[in-house]
């Protein structure tokens, strides 16, 4: 619970650090990460319970495949190069779970994993995009 909550507060902070100093990508990005995971703890209030990697997480199939299609698609917008590698790392996600499909023998833990951190990779990422593009608005304003 304590990596969930440091999750939740350094997607907080990205999103409010987009929201204040990013452009419409890196907002929109921001904005579908939180989406994902408002979804995610409301499908788990329903539920009862967090993801068990023991058996194929269909609503995280789903919801890892319909995140990667919008930020795909904010990403072939964009005029940044940022939001094709979180698109990327989303994809890495969809991918675990193609693993899992054809080989149910893979371990729970590992399953995890796989589809977990590019989940944070993602948000490590949007906050470094949104830096890079508040750096260069503020250069190109003194110049």
């Not at 939180?34 to 997480?57: C, E, H, Q, S």
């Not at 996600?93 to 893979?106: F, M, P």
């Amino acid at each position: 619970m304590v990596r969930f909550s440091i999750q939740v507060a350094l997607l907080l902070w990205v999103a409010l650090y987009a929201w204040k100093k990013g452009g419409r990508p890196e907002r929109h990005v921001a904005l579908v990460l939180l989406g994902m995971l408002l979804a995610n703890v409301i499908y788990a209030g329903i539920v009862g319970n967090w993801t068990d990697y023991r058996v194929m997480p269909w609503f995280r199939v789903v919801l890892d495949i319909v995140g990667f299609a919008f930020i795909l698609g904010i990403a072939l917008r964009a005029d940044r190069w940022w939001p094709l590698c979180v698109s990327g790392v989303q994809l890495q996600a969809i991918l675990a779970h193609v693993l899992r499909a054809i080989d149910a023998s893979l371990p729970p833990l590992v399953y995890a994993i796989m589809e977990r951190w590019p989940f944070w990779i993602a948000v490590v990422l949007t906050g470094l995009g949104t830096y890079l593009h508040a750096r260069q608005e503020s250069t190109a304003s003194r110049n």
